[in-house]
Each structure stands twice: as structure tokens, then as C-alpha cells.
């Protein structure tokens, strides 16, 4: 072994390092002074953001009615990771994005060319390039954005918080119309039949039948009192009370057994109704705010002592190894 051949040890290195120290000065000064230079060209951007923290519940009706089977699900509590992902999902939705794109007309504040190739691939690019959605280790969601104007970024990211509540009610408002016309549809129905049977009935009450079991005991033993004090004239008007209640009797008792077990169904399917009712025609905010944005005071990107730091050390150890293979021992 020569006497100029390294160990791979501190010392070693220490040796090797003040052997080619120039070179390591020379190109670490020169990647210094480069990358500083480079970070200033770099167009500053200032950051925004918005936390927030996804309810626990959809349902008005469920959480305002206090559904027996739902108590458990309050609607003042934040939601958890579930609920946190679905929020980003929207969040993540075309029309939030579209809604954005053209609300602060992003395409000329990008300086897109509008008539160039690929036109919305760049702006989709750039569009994910600043604004970012994602969960925390809090259960919340963060909406942050970057922009070269600090007013703009805080503007961006208020409005997409401002827009999740109206994408996610129009989500369940489609939904909950659809299933306030079928209930409704139901409700009403039933409601129609139960007034066509209270019709019926009353027309066979007209007839002298109101309660048909204790009538029939009644004139019954009536009849046979008659007959049995020969009272013939008194008989023959009883027969035809019970020929009545002999032809109408059946389908009095069907009706009045079949109008219980309709109100019954009414009644339940009339809290079903209120429910859908109002899913229809309210809405409830599906988020809570915790952090609304505001146009920052300082730049975020670049973090120029970091681009100086990384191009000074990788310029370093690049360095290094290559003077290690060209180095003649």
C-alpha cells in the first residue's frame, strides 16, 4: 500500500479533503453564489390556508329530530377520519375546481396562453401545484394555497371552504328531493285511501250501522223477545234491521279493522314524511371553521437558505466522489 492511500476513516477523509481543498472550496463557493443568485429569480408566493373539521351527520331531520336511532350521532361533534376523507374527496371535486378556475379567472392569472396546445393540462398543473387539501393528525382538513399575490391565496382558499357547503348540500339535496317526492307520493296516497274508506263507511253508518257486534247481540235478543210474545209487527221490523246488518256487516268490520291498520301505517310513515320534508328544504353548514385564511405578511416559497443549503452540500458530494475516482491514490 502507498503512502498516499487513503483510509476510510475520519482521518482519512480529513487528508483527502485538504489534499483537493481548492477544488471543494472552489466549487462550493461557485454553487453558493449560483443557487443564491438562482433563489432570487425564483417569484416569491405567499401561503394561505383554512382548517377545518367535517361534521359528524348529513341528515337534518336525523340530527334536529332527534331520531331515536340516531342520538348517538350529535351534530355538534366534529367528524373523524371517515368524514375527513369524504370532505377532501369534494374538496377534490371538478366543481369546486372549475368553480375557482373561473371565479379568479386563473388561466390569465397564471399567464396561460389561451389559445397555446394543452392549455387546461397546464392549468391543471398549476392549479394542483398551489393549492393543496389534506387531513391532519387532528382529524381536520387543511386547504392551503400558494400564490404570488397574498390577498389572492387567502381569497382562494376562503371561497373553496365556502363552496365545499354548497357542492356537499347540492349533493344531498338532489338525493333528498328525490326521496321527499316518493315518500310524498306515499303519504299522499295513503291519505286518499283512508278518505275513500271514512266515505265508504259513513254511507254504510247511514244505514243504521255503528257498532255491528253489539247491534246484532242487541236486536238479536230483541227478535226473539218478539217472537216469543208473538209481537209480529215488531219482529218483522227487527228481521229487517238485521237483514241491515246481515248484508252490510262484513264489510263494515273489514273496513273498520283495514282503517286501523291504515292510520297506523300513517302515522308512522307521517314522521318518515316530516323527516324527508325537511332534508328537502333545509340546509345545515357541513363543516366548522376553525382557521378562516388571511393574506400572509411574509413569503413562503422559496425558502432560499435551504435551496443555498442543498446545492452547496450536493455540490459538495458530488464533488467528492468524483475526486475520489479520479484521484491517483
Not at 62 to 68: E, P, S, T
Not at 167 to 177: D, S
Request: with cysteine; hydrophobic share 40%; proline share 2%.
Amino acid at each position: 500500500m502507498s503512502e498516499q492511500q487513503y483510509d476510510i476513516n475520519s482521518k482519512g477523509i480529513l487528508t483527502f479533503m485538504r489534499k483537493w481543498k481548492n477544488i471543494l472550496l472552489t466549487t462550493c463557493g461557485f454553487a453558493l453564489i449560483t443557487s443564491l443568485v438562482f433563489s432570487f429569480f425564483i417569484e416569491d408566493k405567499y401561503e394561505s390556508s383554512v382548517i377545518l373539521f367535517p361534521s359528524t351527520t348529513s341528515s337534518i331531520s336525523r340530527a334536529l329530530l332527534n331520531d331515536k336511532n340516531y342520538k348517538e350521532k350529535d351534530f355538534l361533534e366534529f367528524g373523524e377520519e371517515e368524514e375527513a376523507e369524504q370532505m377532501i374527496q369534494i374538496l377534490k371535486s371538478d366543481a369546486i375546481r372549475q368553480h375557482i378556475i373561473t371565479k379568479f379567472d386563473l388561466m390569465n392569472h397564471y399567464k396561460i396562453n389561451q389559445d397555446g396546445d394543452y392549455k387546461l393540462t397546464k392549468l391543471n398543473k398549476e392549479f394542483d401545484a398551489n393549492i393543496d387539501f389534506y387531513r391532519t393528525k387532528f382529524m381536520s382538513v387543511k386547504i392551503e394555497v400558494l400564490d404570488k399575490d397574498p390577498k389572492y391565496a387567502a381569497d382562494i382558499a376562503n371561497e373553496i371552504a365556502l363552496k365545499y357547503d354548497q357542492i356537499k348540500n347540492q349533493i344531498l339535496k338532489k338525493v333528498a328531493n328525490q326521496a321527499f317526492e316518493i315518500v310524498e307520493a306515499e303519504y299522499n296516497t295513503l291519505v286518499s285511501e283512508i278518505a275513500l274508506m271514512e266515505d265508504t263507511l259513513n254511507q254504510i253508518r247511514a244505514r243504521g250501522i255503528q257498532d255491528y257486534e253489539t247491534q246484532v247481540e242487541v236486536l238479536s235478543y230483541q227478535y226473539g223477545a218478539a217472537l216469543v210474545n208473538n209481537n209480529t209487527n215488531a219482529a218483522n221490523k227487527l228481521n229487517s234491521k238485521l237483514d241491515t246488518l246481515s248484508k252490510y256487516g262484513g264489510k263494515y268490520l273489514s273496513l273498520v279493522q283495514q282503517l286501523e291498520y291504515e292510520r297506523e301505517k300513517l302515522s308512522d310513515l307521517r314522521g318518515v314524511y316530516a323527516e324527508a320534508r325537511v332534508d328537502a328544504n333545509s340546509t345545515l353548514d357541513q363543516k366548522f371553521v376553525v382557521n378562516e385564511a388571511y393574506p400572509a405578511e411574509k413569503a413562503s416559497y422559496p425558502i432560499r437558505w435551504l435551496i443555498v443549503v442543498v446545492s452547496v452540500a450536493a455540490t459538495f458530494l458530488f464533488t467528492m466522489i468524483l475526486l475520489i475516482l479520479v484521484d491517483p491514490k
